[in-house]
């Protein structure tokens, strides 16, 4: 099983609108990462977020972090055709660990 | 700022080739990392390297080769292409080595199809 899931699987929304990416792990963590990765292109990273932190922020993006839940998600506000994508969450195994593991990713279809 | 570049961008190969990817940073990052991402299975780590000469294995090692002779550069080699595979490789890069607060750069992708 993966040690960060993603749900839902796919979502499509009109231009202006709104969209929540969910994110489940499985391991105690320190920080989790949001990637976005658009067709043809690597993953970029959106918002790190540390277990410290609710809540973080990158202009319309908004993360949020509950460690008792191991939960985390993701809000796009105002929505573009551009914000067109896969959205992962990423971890890692353990703080010494080389390498993010990521989850499956959730596909977002931003439509005009 | 900086830039990660993989060549080829699309690798076209046949059964049991050995096939070689490469990957260049400008970011003076230390550690590297080669990925790979197959339809509907997210990305898994195949190597990684935390400087020059440095090699680590990823959770998915087998049938790939990995050298770091630099350290802007980080080369894969597929030591026997299996038919019918079908993948895209990423590489990597990163200042801090390792853990779940290390920022991963990311290049656009080698799209391989073996026939």
């Known amino acids: 099983s993966q040690l960060a899931e993603e749900n839902p699987w796919a979502l499509s929304v009109h231009e202006g609108e709104s969209v929540t990416v969910n994110c489940s792990y499985k391991t105690s963590i320190t920080a989790l990462q949001w990637y976005r990765q658009k067709s043809g292109e690597g993953p970029a990273q959106l918002i790190l977020?540390?277990?410290?932190?609710r809540e973080k922020r990158n202009g319309r993006l908004r993360a949020t972090l509950d460690t008792s839940s191991q939960s985390s998600s993701l809000s796009i506000t105002a929505t573009r055709c551009e914000d067109t994508a896969v959205y992962f969450c990423a971890t890692a195994k353990n703080n010494y660990a080389q390498g993010l593991t990521f989850g499956l990713g959730t596909r977002v279809s931003v439509f005009p | 700022g900086g830039i990660i570049t993989q060549t080829p961008k699309f690798l076209i190969g046949q059964e049991g080739q050995k096939l070689t990817l490469k990957c260049q940073q400008n970011?003076?990052?230390?550690?590297m990392y080669w990925y790979r991402q197959d339809s509907g299975k997210g990305l898994r780590l195949i190597y990684y390297?935390?400087?020059?000469?440095?090699?680590q294995k990823g959770d998915l090692s087998e049938g790939y080769d990995a050298s770091r002779e630099k350290k802007s550069s980080f080369s894969l080699t597929v030591t026997s292409a299996q038919k019918n595979e079908m993948a895209v490789f990423l590489c990597?890069?990163?200042?801090?080595?390792?853990?779940?607060?290390?920022?991963?750069?990311f290049g656009p992708g080698t799209r391989l199809l073996v026939l």
């Open positions: 390297s935390i400087t020059e000469n440095d090699l």
């Open positions: 990597a890069s990163s200042i801090v080595a390792g853990g779940n607060q290390d920022t991963q750069y």
């Open positions: 977020i540390r277990s410290n932190e």
């Open positions: 970011f003076n990052h230390d550690t």
